[in-house]
């Protein structure tokens, strides 16, 4: 399946936050806290949205400064996952992180998601560390990392 990728906006706020819930019942960001990722910090943060058909059914953030960066999150809609889309938004953050001089890159998944650590690990992450309870749900988080000039 193939998705257009493009910056996001406030204007996508409404399907993202359909798909943040869908996504991630427990621990959900509130649409304060995405729109504040979009308006009060552009210069170290880089959200896109996938759209197929014009219709949005992803999204993903990234947050750089200096030489590091951190996947912020990543969700596809459930019945256009496995299609190629979450690793299409994921190369984009990567070469984000990269084009802003990062050396390393960050992310946190949950423990209880092994598909998702596997398409991390295919990308070239590693675990690092285990942040215990950190979802609000009491999950672990395990902690992974890429080193990007490698």
Same mark, same amino acid.
């Given at each position: 399946?193939t998705a257009?990728?493009?910056?996001m #906006?406030? $204007? @996508? %706020? ?6 943040e819930?869908e =996504?991630?019942?427990a ?7 995405l729109?504040g990722? %979009?308006g009060d ?10 759209l197929? $058909?014009d ?6 953030g990234?947050?750089?400064?200096? $030489?590091?960066? *951190?996947?912020? =999150?990543?969700a596809v809609? +459930?019945?256009?996952?496995? =299609?190629g889309?979450?690793?299409a938004?994921? #190369?984009? %953050?990567l070469?984000e992180?990269v084009?802003r ?10 423990? $209880?998601?092994?598909? +998702?650590?596997?398409?991390?690990g ?12 950190y979802y609000e749900d009491? =999950? *672990? ?5 890429? @080193?990007?000039?490698?």
């Amino acid at each position: 399946m193939t998705a257009v990728l493009r910056q996001m #906006t406030v $204007d @996508d %706020l409404p399907s993202v936050m359909k798909i943040e819930r869908e =996504t991630f019942p427990a621990d959900a960001w509130s649409e304060g806290m995405l729109r504040g990722e %979009l308006g009060d910090q552009p210069r170290t943060r880089h959200y896109v949205v996938a759209l197929v $058909d014009d219709e949005i059914v992803g999204y993903a953030g990234l947050f750089a400064a200096g $030489d590091q960066a *951190d996947v912020q =999150t990543i969700a596809v809609l +459930a019945e256009k996952q496995r =299609t190629g889309i979450g690793s299409a938004m994921l #190369t984009e %953050l990567l070469a984000e992180a990269v084009r802003r001089g990062a050396q390393s890159i960050f992310l946190e998944v949950r423990a $209880d998601n092994p598909g +998702a650590q596997a398409v991390y690990g295919g990308f070239g992450f590693e675990r690092i560390g285990v942040r215990r309870g950190y979802y609000e749900d009491g =999950t *672990d988080a395990i902690m992974m990392k890429k @080193d990007l000039n490698a």
